[in-house]
């Protein structure tokens, strides 16, 4: 039997947030028999041509307005400045409508503020760009985001992190729908993975910083990125900041919104993700020079914060050096 998929698009739209999904459901119809097929909607928020944040010019099968049926699958995608946007009451409401007639819905990127916006998330446990993972938090203060993750199923909602993880969370949809066989002949047509190891904090750096730079803790974080090789403990932090161990630990805390040892921990696997990525050093050196015990200290750490080993991610990011 045949479904519906709606992709929700407007001005500003990640193109590939709409494409990639497209693409997936496209291919699927190649494999499946006519009465299987995926038919496929592009709804606008808005009317007329609207522009892609990379330039490209998108034209919606229909305004929402005029989108009144049920989907099998209805998606929003996101775009660079969604977090920001506010497409107005009368927009908001059609799209909870359309959601509860949807048999599922979901979000591509950082869609989920569209869903966000419109009350759609409250209590919920969703995944969005990493980028934007705290902002919806902030927006959605009852949803329970998991930013490390590609892609997150809450009963009938089903989101997705970002941009390229819209293609990881439609294939996982079509092995729901039409099986795995059918889901591994797309992707291999497609040339990418039925499902990718790790999560999308592989991509994304730990070291976002958070203290004032002329703070004790800024000195620490910079001491810290300068003696990785180094023991690191709280006494020796502290001993930096010239503060007592507790106290030490108390405002790093406050400031850095991540414990001292949490710090620390991030700190090298940063710098052992550079390594990888950008020399062919043995993984024993990697470990020994970022501040592992061993390699496979080094392994342990990575498996926990990324979901690789770190050959796998040498693999998948290494320059050609």
């Known amino acids: ?33 006519p009465q299987d097929h995926y ?3 592009v709804i606008g928020v808005e ?35 969604l977090p920001s946007m ?26 989920a503020f569209m869903l966000g916006r419109a009350g759609l998330l409250e209590g919920r446990t969703v995944t969005t760009h990493w980028e934007d ?12 985001v998991e930013a490390d993750r590609l892609y997150v199923q809450d009963g009938e909602l089903y989101t997705s992190a970002g941009v390229t993880a819209g293609i990881d969370l439609s294939l996982y949809l079509l092995a729901r729908d039409y099986g795995p066989e059918v889901a591994l002949t797309v992707a291999k047509r497609l040339v ?46 502290a001993s930096a900041a010239n503060m007592s161990a507790r106290n030490f630990s108390r405002v790093f805390a406050r400031e850095a919104k991540v414990t001292p ?16 990525e950008s020399t062919t050093a043995p993984l024993k050196t990697v470990a020994y020079d970022c501040g ?11 498996n926990r914060r990324l979901g690789v080993t770190p050959q796998q991610f040498r693999l998948n990011f290494a320059a050609m050096v």
């Open 1 to 33: 039997m045949s479904k519906t998929v709606a992709i929700v698009i407007f001005s500003g739209v990640q193109s590939l947030d709409v494409t990639g999904p497209m693409d997936v459901f496209c291919e699927a119809n190649r494999f499946l028999a």
């Open 39 to 41: 038919r496929l909607e």
């Open 47 to 81: 009317r007329g041509l609207m522009a892609c944040s990379n330039g490209l010019s998108l034209q919606a099968h229909r305004h929402f307005s005029e989108a009144l049926g049920g989907y099998d699958l209805l998606l929003v995608a996101g775009g660079p400045q």
């Open 86 to 111: 506010d497409f107005g009451a009368a927009f908001d409401a059609w799209l909870r409508d359309a959601c509860a007639l949807a048999q599922r819905f979901g979000s591509i990127c950082n869609g």
């Open 133 to 144: 993972a705290a902002a919806l938090t902030a927006l959605c203060p009852s949803t329970r």
């Open 192 to 237: 990418v993975f039925t499902q990718r190891s790790g999560g999308q904090s592989q991509f994304s750096p730990f070291l976002t910083p958070h203290a004032e730079p002329t703070s004790a803790v800024a000195m620490v974080q910079r001491y810290v990125l300068a003696n990785l090789t180094g023991d690191l403990s709280l006494a020796d932090l």
């Open 261 to 276: 040892a949490e710090f620390v921990e991030r700190a090298r696997v940063d710098a052992a993700r550079v390594m990888l």
């Open 292 to 302: 592992f015990r061993d390699a496979q200290h080094m392994r342990s750490v990575f």
